[in-house]
């Protein structure tokens, strides 16, 4: 069965104290891992897809980074508005069909 | 900036009644998605729906649950007889392609059963 386990449960940091939430994962045949932030009472907001090990993504203040075992969103200088949970998913098979499974989510905060 | 609406944002509902959730997913999507959180538990899969029919399905879409695109616009979750286990955030999600993990989630209905 394949299983997505974040680390920590959640996170507190002060404004501009960079951090490392993670995600580690057990599936048969990894097809792609996906970061989404989530805002409390709202959905999931997609932020990154990785494919294989080595890559990485960035997008302002975040970079994803993948191993064949885990997978790390690295914060840098975060700002309040970083606060959110985060969720990590992946997508497991040949097919492009197989559903999303999710982690349970880091949740983010961020003091001014 | 497209997105995906669903109504209505929150319905509370007795035990065994009938439930009908609404989704309006992004114009040119061509998969569609249902996904549901119970509160403080992970985002769990239920079904996705592609070319007017399901594609795949999770344990927990068992006969009790149905979904339907009744026009070129709407994409619907219909509990038929609502447990008090059904209690949760139900996200409907669509995206462009299959072979992709970016999908474009809506803000979520919850449903509370009494």
């Known amino acids: 069965e394949d299983q997505v386990t974040q680390s920590p449960e959640a996170l507190r940091l002060q404004e501009g104290e960079s951090s490392s939430l993670n995600c580690s994962y057990t599936v048969s045949g990894l097809r792609g891992l996906f970061w989404y932030r989530q805002d409390p009472g709202k959905g999931p907001e997609f932020l990154f897809t990785?494919?294989?090990a080595g890559e990485e993504k960035e997008k302002e203040r975040l970079k994803a980074t993948l191993t064949k075992k885990e997978s790390f969103l690295h914060i840098t200088a975060p700002k309040p508005e970083d606060s959110a949970t985060y969720l990590c998913?992946?997508?497991?098979?040949?097919?492009?069909?197989?559903?999303?499974?999710f982690g349970k989510g880091t949740r983010l905060s961020v003091i001014a | 900036e497209p997105e995906v609406t669903q109504t209505p944002s929150h319905q509370v509902t007795q035990m065994g009644q009938e439930v009908i959730l609404r989704c309006v997913p992004i114009?040119?999507?061509?998969?569609f998605y249902w996904y549901r959180q119970i509160l403080g538990q992970k985002v769990e899969f239920l079904v996705s729906f592609y070319n007017n029919e399901i594609s795949e399905k999770s344990e927990i879409f068992d006969d009790q649950f149905s979904v339907e695109r009744p026009d070129g616009s709407n994409f619907t979750l219909k509990i038929r007889s609502t447990k008090l286990e059904d209690s949760a955030m139900y996200f409907c999600?669509?995206?462009?392609?299959?072979?992709?993990?970016?999908?474009?989630f809506g803000e979520g209905s919850r449903l509370t059963v009494l």
């Open positions: 999600a669509s995206s462009l392609s299959i072979n992709t993990g970016e999908l474009f």
């Open positions: 998913a992946v997508q497991a098979g040949s097919s492009g069909n197989t559903p999303l499974v």
């Open positions: 114009s040119n999507h061509l998969y």
């Open positions: 990785l494919y294989s």
